[in-house]
């Protein structure tokens, strides 16, 4: 087999395809999560802590000197990314939560019996016809 084909017959299953459109879409998922959280969620959180943007938060740890920049701790940055794992936490939570309700919806209920095979049902009919005899 060549290299070519057998890298051919690797990529082309399904679990690397269904893997790849699942990091397109987890990284699309963690934009809008990262949008929400940042523009949605922390303006009006910080307005009831005072007007606190997380993401301002530093210590200044060296002062800046002539153009040597200041060095910092930015911890509110750490605080932000806090807040939006703990939110894509919750999302995914909520979403595997639903796909199980779904899933054991789906397996409550009653599987019909299966048909019988046309022999069987030709067995049947001459079971009946012997015993009517």
Partial sequence: MSLV???????????????AVGIVIGGAFGKIVSSFVGDVLMPPLGVLLGGVD???????????????????????KFIQTIV????????????????????KQEAAKPAEPPKPSA???????IRDLLKNR
């Fill in 5 to 19: 084909s057998e890298f051919k017959e690797f990529a082309m299953r399904g679990n690397v395809v269904d893997m």
């Fill in 54 to 76: 997380f993401s301002d938060l530093v210590i200044t740890l060296k002062a800046a000197v002539d153009n040597t920049p200041a060095v910092t701790w930015s911890y509110g």
């Fill in 84 to 103: 939006d794992f703990v939110i894509v936490a919750f999302a995914i939570f909520m979403l595997i939560k639903a796909m199980n309700t779904v899933k």
């Fill in 119 to 125: 022999e069987e049902v030709l067995l049947s009919e």
